[in-house]
């Protein structure tokens, strides 16, 4: 039933342009989820993330267990075709991914400006979880899949042309130097 009220309170994150502020906030949000959700569902709420392990992982909700493995195989078919491009060997359990993966890879490999390959991913990774939003709008999956809905639209939010394109050029000139590239952010 805390689902229900919860979500009840929540703004459509959908049908957003890329630019436009958000109606809530992830402290907002998490404000209104510790309010109204148990401790174990807080608890997992609270390990919800973006970014994928390497070796894949079950966690307590379907949906979330879904956003991480795509979001793995995505990474790792975009590190393959790089490597790939480069003519380097990338060691990659996996020889083959989903169709829509292996096809967003290629297509944003493709693309010269790396932020207009980073948009184009991003709508791609909005299209795959909004693929995964649960059928019963008011279940605790329901909360976890706007909890990646919102974090990822944050995240489209904080790109920077301007200090995107010199973390790109610190990454590229460590790559060329032999270093170990690192990302300031």
Known sequence: MAEY???SQLPSLDGLAENALLPVTQARFDE???QLLNKKALAELAKITLNPPRDAEKTASAVVSQWLENERMLRLALAKLRADKMGKHFDCELQSFPANISQA???AIEIENPMDAEKFLNRFRVELLDNLRPSDAFSL???FWY???LKLLDRVRQFDTES???AYKNIY???LNGENPEVVQ
Do not use: F, P, T, W
Request: aromatic letters at 4%; hydrophobic letters at 45%.
């Open 5 to 7: 009220y919860l979500i």
């Open 32 to 34: 209104l989820c510790g």
């Open 105 to 107: 890879a290629r297509a």
């Open 141 to 143: 999956e329901s909360v």
């Open 147 to 149: 909890s990646l809905k």
């Open 164 to 166: 995107g394109q010199a």
């Open 173 to 175: 000139q460590s790559i």
